[in-house]
């Protein structure tokens, strides 16, 4: 069955970098788009990234020039490496399936929509 479990959450200081990383199992893995959101406490699940299985990206404004996700097909392994974080980078991150190996199916928003299968998620908190 499909398993995505999210790994290298902590603390860091503002300023600071992290790399948080998804192990997917269960199915073809270079065959799918993968993705991650964040959330925060009393708010919405959010867009972070996306990576189609060719390597095309795509990210949310927010984190644009200070993110970056990759894909390791021979390990099935997603990760996002976060650089310059800030406070309101703070929040639970979680790995997402594509149900194709594109992302492009939030019409305006890419990547935003088409999500069949997610992770329980892993917490990075940036302190001031």
């Known amino acids: 069955q499909v398993q995505l479990v999210e790994s290298g959450g902590g603390l860091v200081q503002a300023g600071g970098s992290l790399r948080v990383s998804c192990a997917a199992s269960?199915?073809?893995?270079?065959?799918?788009?993968m993705g991650w959101f964040r959330q925060a406490p009393g708010k919405e699940r959010e867009f972070v990234a996306a990576?189609?299985?060719?390597?095309?990206?795509h990210y949310a404004d927010s984190v644009k020039g200070r993110f970056t996700i990759s894909r390791d097909n021979a390990k099935n392994t997603v990760h996002l490496q976060m650089n310059s974080l800030k406070p309101e980078d703070t929040a639970v991150y979680y790995c997402?399936?594509?149900?194709?190996?594109?992302?492009?199916?939030?019409?305006?928003?890419?990547?935003?929509?088409?999500?069949?299968?997610w992770g329980k998620g892993t917490l990075v908190t940036v302190s001031s």
């Open positions: 997402a399936r594509y149900y194709s190996g594109t992302y492009n199916a939030g019409g305006d928003s890419p990547g935003t929509s088409g999500m069949d299968y």
């Open positions: 990576i189609s299985w060719g390597g095309y990206t």
């Open positions: 269960g199915f073809t893995f270079v065959s799918y788009a």
